[in-house]
């Protein structure tokens, strides 16, 4: 069973920086694409950041691009979301997100491809 666990949220000021952590277990992590979602109270969750299986692709949503750095550690079977420059509109709850199909060419930006959730980690964003 595939489990995911976010760490690294909390209170930061605008201008800020946090690192966000995902540990995932349960398959071999290497083979699929992850990704960083976030829902703020009242909006639609959406996809801020997502990483090729082999860590050589990257999407990033407008608003975060240049700001925010995803990576992965294939070997430790971690994830990290570098976030930078915050602002009070990163505000929100942020999810780890696990593809289901293995070995997907692409990076997808939408939660219909991903299988597996994270229970999430708040990120507040003071001004």
């Known amino acids: 069973q595939v489990q995911l666990a976010e760490s690294g949220g909390g209170l930061v000021q605008a201008g800020g920086s946090l690192r966000l952590s995902c540990a995932a277990s349960g398959r071999t992590f290497s083979r699929y694409v992850m990704g960083w979602f976030r829902q703020a109270p009242g909006k639609e969750r959406e996809c801020v950041a997502a990483?090729?299986?082999?860590?050589?692709?990257?999407y990033y949503v407008d608003s975060v691009k240049g700001r925010f750095d995803i990576s992965r550690d294939n070997v430790k079977n971690k994830m990290y979301l570098q976030m930078n420059s915050l602002k009070p509109e990163d505000t929100a709850v942020y999810y780890c997100?696990?593809?289901?199909?293995?070995?997907?060419?692409?990076?997808?930006?939408?939660?219909?491809?991903?299988?597996?959730w994270g229970q999430g980690t708040q990120v507040t964003v003071s001004s």
């Open positions: 990483i090729s299986w082999h860590g050589g692709s990257t």
């Open positions: 997100a696990a593809d289901r199909v293995p070995f997907r060419p692409v990076v997808p930006g939408t939660s219909e491809e991903y299988d597996y």
